[in-house]
């Protein structure tokens, strides 16, 4: 018989899923280093989950991946129960779902449905002991539970679509989409994708027309375009976030992609937008569904 993908692991390569309640207040603007999946049990005000806003109240659930960007602003304190999932400790369909789709991960719970997830998130942490089977089996769950309030279109099997130069190609801009802000290189990438380094250059190039260090660039000045138009960070902060070192290399490259500074991007954006009366957004990038044609 095939072997079947485990659902969640508690422990995995030494990382654990951590499941924890935290009280919160109003936070700035922030990134997390893990996905995380925050479901709120008390607090009033806003959030804004990748520039957009929703009400921060009781019931509502979401999901931040590695490049989710969001905010808080609390008119009275709340409480959170947190699950924080290493990619380790997630089966591979999930977190592929979570990575492919570009829409915000967030909902908003019945009062029902609110309070018995919460009830199986008061379990767990009223019982620390992740050793037993009743343990996994409560925390497996809940979290079951969550994933499937969420719409993923999971691909359980992408290997069905693709020729094998082309999935490792699906692979590498999957773990690009991720990871971009991180400092990387071909020798990064390669050694993530188990390949050799001019092997996996001239297959990427083959199928998406750049090389694996423009596709970098490319995540990375689309990905800054977004918080230049939809937050009011300063363009040193931006840069740094998108993985540059070096602003003036960040300003020449956005120039050079857009014909327009940050700034000034910035400030056409909310004009036309404003002119419009739409709210003012960056540009999204998706290669990978350009990949599938």
């Known amino acids: ?8 692991e508690l422990v995995r390569r030494k990382q654990r899923t951590v499941i924890e309640k935290l009280r919160v207040k109003s936070e700035k603007l922030h990134w997390h280093k893990n996905y995380e999946i925050d479901f709120v049990a008390s607090g009033r005000g ?6 957009k806003e929703f009400d921060f109240q009781r019931g509502a659930i979401y ?9 808080t602003h609390l008119t009275s304190p709340g409480v959170i129960h947190r699950i924080t999932l290493p990619k380790v ?22 009062p029902q449905m609110a309070k018995y997830i919460e009830n199986l998130f008061l379990l767990l942490e009223s019982r620390p002991d992740f050793n037993s089977i009743e343990e996994k089996y409560i925390q497996e769950s809940l979290l079951n539970v969550i994933i499937m309030l969420f719409t993923f279109e999971v691909n359980t ?31 990064i990438v390669s050694n993530e994708m188990q390949l050799n380094a001019n092997y996996l250059n001239g297959i990427f190039k083959k199928y998406t027309g750049r090389t694996i260090y423009a596709e970098i ?21 931006i840069s740094e976030n998108c993985g540059y070192s070096d602003l003036s290399n960040f300003q020449r490259d956005f120039k050079k992609q ?21 709210e003012a957004t960056g540009e999204e990038y998706d290669p990978i569904e350009k990949l599938k044609e």
């Open 63 to 71: 999901i931040t991946r590695l490049t989710d960007y969001h905010e």
């Open 46 to 51: 806003k959030h804004i989950f990748n520039g």
């Open 157 to 187: 099997n992408p290997k069905d679509n693709y020729v094998p130069e082309k999935q490792k190609v699906f692979d590498v801009l999957l773990y690009l989409q991720d990871n971009f802000r991180r400092k990387l290189t071909l020798d």
């Open 217 to 237: 660039k490319q995540f990375r000045l689309h990905y800054a375009s977004r918080l230049a138009v939809e937050t009011d960070m300063q363009i040193k902060e």
């Open 89 to 110: 400790c997630m089966p591979e369909a999930f977190w592929r779902s979570m990575v492919k789709t570009k829409a915000n991960l967030i909902t908003q719970l019945s």
């Open 1 to 8: 018989m095939p072997r079947q993908e485990p659902r969640f």
């Open 258 to 278: 857009y014909e327009l500074t940050p700034l000034e991007y910035r400030e056409k954006k909310r004009a036309e937008a404003a002119a419009k009366g739409q």
